[in-house]
């Protein structure tokens, strides 16, 4: 293809599907290109990028092209469209994963908070009678103080009695070790 051929008649060109004339309607515009997207976004790895998305998309675009506007122009207007897409596409996921690290880190200090709980309460039920223990296992495991009151064949007054009294215990040895 001779040299002297328009960037116009190369984007018709390359519309129908002449590779050799989209490959230089490419080696023509595409330092212009690239330069038009590092000032629209400011760095060079986003623009790398997004001349890159752009160039990908070409022979799709080019099927719109027509010949009222020079390939420059319309090229411009599709780097501008591009750019802007990317610019939404990001902050919608900005907008989306906003908090989100928030969320986990309040996440993660809960299922801490909750281990710690656990860990300790573990640990003060071993100092519990076997009796208060047991039952206070059955009722943390869900199970209502009737249910609890047939499986230790007892009366579920026994039972209910038996709860507040590992409470009480329970929150005495709390208070003990935060020296209240």
């Known amino acids: 293809m001779r040299m002297n051929v328009s960037d116009e008649d190369l984007a018709e060109a390359a519309a129908g599907g002449d590779g050799t004339a989209f490959g230089l309607l490419l080696e023509r515009c595409y330092d212009r290109l690239f330069a038009l997207c590092f000032r ?19 022979p799709g675009k080019l099927a719109g092209y027509q010949r009222r506007a020079k390939v420059t122009t319309w090229l411009y207007r599709v780097a501008v469209n591009a750019a802007t897409d990317r610019r939404r596409r990001a902050a919608s996921y900005v907008r989306a994963t906003e908090g ?7 996440r993660q200090a809960t299922a801490v908070e909750a281990s710690d709980g656990l860990d300790w309460l573990t640990r003060a039920m071993a100092g519990l009678t076997p009796t208060l223990r047991d039952t206070l296992a059955l009722v943390l495991d869900d199970l209502t103080h009737a249910e609890v009151a047939q499986i230790m ?13 590992a409470k009480k215990k329970l929150r005495a040895m709390r208070e003990e070790e935060e020296g209240i």
């Open 40 to 58: 629209l976004t400011g760095s060079r790895a986003e623009a790398e990028d997004l001349t890159q998305d752009i160039c990908l998309a070409l």
């Open 100 to 106: 989100w690290g928030d969320w986990e880190v309040d």
């Open 153 to 165: 064949d007892v009366s579920e007054g026994t039972i209910s009695w038996r709860v507040a009294e």
